[in-house]
């Protein structure tokens, strides 16, 4: 399923080679058309054997089949599948196949792709085809549909990424993160700049509001200017509150971080927002990822709306 043409460049990547755990096994699902293909490239671009649209009842064939192949001389053989919904039975099929797989000695890993019910129709338009679901009714009927069913799912998923407004570069940058870097940080941070107008991304777990800071907009020579060029993010911080606002934002999340590694979290999304997503969370989300970049910690940014306007 397509997505957007690349906007500018959104400011941060994340190198390294992924390292999970020895009996990890990635299950990435979550709805139609939020970019599980696309996933699957990056995983199995990143040394992982990925199997695209595996049925539910198959996990644990596969998993038995992966640990002889493991057996036979390839131990570091990583394994990941792509799960989607075929059947009003998925829910259940899935849980079954969860089950075996941690019977058998794995550690499933679920990564859920989500995305507004606006940007699923737009790309299933784009490219003519029907939803899976959709049988007689409407597009967006088989998109509810499929998102009541999985609203379960959604939530029992260790990660959930919000593929409204990413591309497939910022999809695919978002995501390794996720997949762990050896020897690297235990606690991956996504910092999100985004815009209010265009709707405050799903998968954020913090969410902060930069609105109450002056709009650079209003500055004739800030305005064609974004928070990432040296001017304007001078000048939105150096307005009152803004330094203060920084402050209190990293003391919040210091805590966070630690109790992350201490119940053994590694990644999570902090979205900081304005108006359009140009100016003042741009500057600030660039801000707190270079406060809060630690040896514990590392930190990824994405700006989600830059180059919208």
């Not at 999809?171 to 910092?191: D, H, M, N, Q, W």
């Not at 707190?288 to 994405?302: E, G, I, P, W, Y």
Request: net charge negative; with cysteine; charged share 25%.
């Amino acid at each position: 399923m397509s997505m957007h043409p690349d906007p500018p460049d959104d400011g941060g990547t994340v190198d390294g080679v992924p390292a999970p755990g020895p009996n990890d096994f990635l299950i990435v699902t979550g709805m139609s058309g939020a970019g599980r293909s696309t996933a699957a490239n990056v995983i199995e671009d990143r040394g992982w054997y990925i199997v695209d649209n595996l049925p539910p009842q198959l996990l644990s064939p596969m998993a038995e089949l992966a640990g002889r192949v493991r057996r036979s001389g390839v131990p570091d053989l990583r394994i990941a599948a792509v799960v989607d919904v075929r059947a009003r039975a998925f829910h259940s099929q899935l849980q079954a196949g969860l089950a075996a797989l941690r019977d058998a000695g794995w550690q499933p890993h679920l990564i859920f792709l989500d995305a507004t019910d606006e940007a699923l129709v737009r790309r299933f338009e784009s490219v003519r085809r029907p939803h899976p679901l959709q049988g007689e009714g409407r597009l967006l009927d088989g998109i509810q549909a499929e998102r009541e069913m999985l609203r379960d799912l959604r939530a029992e998923s260790q990660v959930v990424i919000d593929t409204s407004g990413l591309n497939v570069h910022q999809l695919g940058r978002k995501l390794i993160p996720v997949l762990g870097v050896e020897g690297g940080p235990s606690v991956r941070l996504a910092l999100m700049s985004f815009g209010f107008k265009y709707g405050v991304p799903l998968d954020a777990d913090f969410v902060f509001d930069m609105r109450f800071l002056p709009n650079p907009f209003w500055v004739p020579e800030l305005r064609a200017l974004t928070g990432a060029d040296a001017p304007v993010a001078d000048w939105v911080m150096g307005q009152e509150g803004a330094g203060q606002f920084l402050d209190r934002v990293v003391d919040l999340l210091e805590p966070v971080t630690s109790g992350y590694l201490r119940e053994g979290r590694r990644y999570a999304t902090v979205a900081i927002g304005c108006t359009g997503g140009k100016h003042r969370s741009v500057a600030m989300t660039q801000a707190v990822a270079a406060r809060l970049t630690s040896d514990a910690v590392a930190t990824f940014v994405v700006h989600r709306d830059l180059g919208r306007e």
